[in-house]
């Protein structure tokens, strides 16, 4: 079927319009809402009216992105801190005017940049000094809470700022003289100025960086941020162009510009007219003129002769610069030229560094930083602080300053670098210093102050440390305002100033004591050191004082041992006496007590300064000085007794003598004491006599009693011959077990009788058990002794105890191979171990192994062993496990036992 023309032609407008009806259905926007949120103090791109609506660039371009694309946009403008803080809660689905940094890329996806913003320094026009970021360190510089600005002043290590919520606010700040230095963002900046009539105070430095406004989204809205891009993008430049018009304004043509205008067409026409009169007079003076260009063209030719020697003179000056010097071209930062002092200071030769890019001399954290910095310096320009790498590896520190030039055709800037590493090494050793200064101030143990005396308080306080605020239990800023009079008594205060003032006059410095008062009123005894100088045109007081309650405390307590000492010197039964050691070897009484006169009978004032000699006669005067040259050498104690004759009689003395040294080694005295034993010496004579007599009665009784037993038992044996009833026979047998009995008990009775008649002493323990166990039958067991060098302080009778101690061990040690005599230390004890392999004693028997009547009646051995032992405090017990062996533990206490060499 075919249609006809105006059929086809209604199909054709049919098509059209569903087509027309299909875009406009397909261009038509949802039903959504979009929320965006900015900064509210950001003319003249976004601020509040009057009545507290947003206005500015920024509005009137939404609202153009709601026309472009039918979406409509919420705008909500508030403080910055504020919008920030909402965005990333969710509240908004578009945050504008946002710089973009790396720590925000983790949150917000960015739209491209639509506007470039310069940030520069604000300062009074009347400073002077001020040119980048480091020149404010010291300053306390302005900044906007949340701003980018503190991010970068605090990674320049600009660390005195103080935020504020707005831009407004810091200009307004800026106007009462509240601050002098403040870092906002350039138009918002003018924009504040121009409103307080203050534009003609403030000067701006180069701009320290520059930013660009981003609009954003949170991190993954891209479907968002697409719209909103898209919505922008079709904005037209013109469009864009009208509204920045609207807010930044047209330029006037003002009256007077029009009068210029129209007196220079009438300049221009007259103009016209001279110059036909002057073609007219051309020809005429061409001649002329022609002299006249011969003569430029010979000055053109001295001028380029003076440039010559001006770029002479500019590359002997470059050359020769005793200070490093380098031209750089701008795009590339390639060096195009150094000079000697630069690769003589560098490292580098002239080669090597043409082959170098201006970044190659800085370490990789400042590599980025300097390339920005590089292409914003225009003209004479500071670079600031940064650090510089040798060819060798060394860093310094330098500073560098540059400007333009355009060298071999290249534009270039020529800089030069100054070396402030020993600058910033001082200045670091000096803040360690200080640093220093303060930690021994503050950790010193005594108090230290810094007092002005020059002022009408008298005395006010300069400087404190902790120890002192401790001590007077003020703060430090309390004790800052403060005076001298505030912490010494007042009662106190009036003479001990006088006193002061007078030590200072007459020796520059005083050193007394006194009393300080703290806060609650306590008063505590002090050291008081102080010196007195002029200190910036001003006299002041150093003063360390010392806390001496513990000292005074001591001082007190010295006082009454000195006291106690003294009255036991006078009242001491003991006769005590103090020899000064002279330089000839000579021994002079210095002082004796009031004993010495009542045991001697001889006045002190007949002792007192006469030498040794003079009062002691021979035979003791040799002992005597003997044991003193003892004492000295040995450098101990020496105690020895003593019989001399007096008037009082024969007295008899335990003496005992310590030497005392100086700090260099030398003995100077001599301090002595004697203890009057003489009754004792008779008393033990008496009863020494008494011993000797019960022991005589003894052996003749003993002797006596054992003839009666052996008589006694030799008549039993002539019975037993001449008895056969068996029963009387086993009478007789039991009488004669009686008696053997009883002759063994006379025996332990003898050797315990002779127990502790003789005192203990010191004996070799290995020679004393090699001399017990020869009474015994050869041993054919293997035998060990290792106790070389060690003594016991025992009884005498320690051989018999070993003796019996080895006696037990043949009895119960079947089986044995080997008897070992050892020692261990385990502590500050000793442990002798007496031990063999053999059967052993079973265990049941253990707990009665060194009772009295063990063995069947016969076990007296052990027992006194054990009591042998035991005069001297020694321990005696069997711990060798049931059936291995046998091992006697004897614990020697700490003083019972030493070490010698073998001679």
Known sequence: MFFTGRKLLCIVLVLFTLTLLCQQVTAAPANKTITVVMDNDYPPYIFLDSSGNPQGILV????????????????????????????DAGEYDVID???????????????????????????????????????????????????????????????????????????????????????????PALYFLYKNGIQDQFRQ?????????HRAVKKGDSQ????????????TPAEYSAIEQKWYGTPIISNEYLQYVLAASIVIIVVLLLMVLWNHTLTKKINQKTADLRQEVMISTLRAEALKESEERYRLLFENNP?????????????????????????????????????????????????????????????????????????????????????????????????????????????????????????????????????????????????????????????????????????????????????IRTDGHAVFES???????????????????????KMVALSIVRDITERKRAEEELKE?????????????????????????????????????????????????????????????????????????????????????????????????????????????????????????????????ARKKLSLLNVVTFQDIQSAL??????????????????????????????????????????????GMTPPRWQNVSQVFLFAISHLPPLTTERIIAVDGLEMYADPLLETAFLNLVGSMQKHGTGATRIALRYEEPGDYLVLILEQNGAGVPAEEKEHFFERGYEDGHGHGLFFTREVLSITGITISETAPEGEGIRFEMLVPKGEYRFTKNP
């Open 60 to 87: 009137d371009q939404w609202h153009l992105w709601e026309q472009k694309t039918g979406y409509t946009a919420n705008i909500s403008a508030m403080d910055w801190n504020e919008a920030q803080r909402r965005m």
């Open 97 to 187: 005017t946002l710089f973009y940094s790396d720590a925000r890329a983790l949150k917000y996806d960015f739209g491209k940049p639509y506007a470039t913003i310069d940030v520069p320094l604000f300062f009074k026009k009347d400073l002077s000094g001020i040119s980048d970021a480091d020149s404010v360190k010291g300053f306390v510089v302005a900044v906007k809470s949340g701003d980018y600005a503190i991010d970068y002043l605090q990674s320049r290590g600009v660390t005195g700022l103080r935020e504020y919520p707005s831009y407004e606010a810091i200009v307004a700040a800026a106007k009462t003289g509240e601050v002098v230095v403040f870092c906002i963002d350039k138009p």
């Open 205 to 213: 430095t180069a701009p320290l960086y520059s930013g660009q406004f």
């Open 224 to 235: 968002t941020l697409e719209i909103v891009e898209e919505g922008f993008n079709r904005i």
């Open 323 to 503: 200070a490093p010097m380098l031209i750089y071209e701008r795009g590339t930062l390639r060096l195009l030229a150094t000079n000697d002092a630069f690769q003589r200071f560098y490292g580098y030769s002239s080669d090597e560094a043409l082959a170098m890019r201006l970044t190659d001399l800085y370490p990789d954290e400042e590599k980025g930083p300097i390339t920005e910095l590089a292409a914003r310096l225009y003209g004479y320009a500071s670079a600031g602080e940064w650090h510089h790498r040798r060819k060798d590896g060394s860093l310094m520190t330098i500073v560098a300053y540059s400007h333009d030039l355009v060298f071999k055709g290249s534009s270039a800037r020529v800089a030069v670098m100054i070396d402030i590493s020993d600058i910033r090494r001082a200045e670091e050793a000096l803040r360690d210093s200080e640093a220093l200064f303060r930690a021994v101030i503050n950790n010193a143990n005594d108090a230290i102050f810094l007092n002005d005396l020059s002022d009408h308080k008298l005395g006010t306080f300069i400087i404190v440390n902790d120890i002192a605020a401790r001590w007077f239990g003020y703060t430090r800023e309390e004790l800052l305002h403060m005076s001298l009079p505030g912490v010494i008594p007042e009662h106190r205060f009036e003479k001990l100033f006088a006193y002061a003032s007078q030590k």
């Open 515 to 537: 009393f300080l008062t703290g806060k609650d009123g306590t008063e505590f005894p002090v050291e008081i050191n102080t010196l007195v100088f002029p200190f910036r045109e």
């Open 561 to 689: 041992n000195e006291r106690q000492l003294a009255s036991i010197y006078e009242t001491v039964g003991d006769v005590i006496f103090l020899l000064d050691v002279e330089a000839d070897g000579n021994y002079r009484f210095a002082s004796v007590n009031p004993a010495f006169s009542t045991v001697t009978g001889v006045p002190p004032e007949s002792v007192i300064g006469k030498s040794v000699s003079e009062v002691i006669p021979e035979p003791s005067l040799s002992l005597v000085l003997g044991k003193y040259r003892q004492a000295i050498s040995e450098r101990t104690i020496v105690r020895w007794e003593e019989a001399t004759l007096y008037s009082t009689g024969r007295l008899i003395g335990e003496v005992s003598v310590a030497p005392v040294f100086d700090k260099n080694g030398t003995c100077t005295h001599l301090v002595g004491s004697v203890h009057d034993i003489t009754d004792r010496k008779k008393t033990e004579e008496a009863l020494q006599l």
């Open 710 to 755: 052996f008589s006694l038992s030799s008549y039993l044996e002539l019975m037993k011959a001449g008895i056969c009833d068996k029963t009387h026979l086993s009478y007789l047998e039991k009488s004669r077990n009686i008696l053997t009995k009883t002759a063994g008990m006379m025996n332990f009775v003898k050797d315990y009788q002779n127990m």
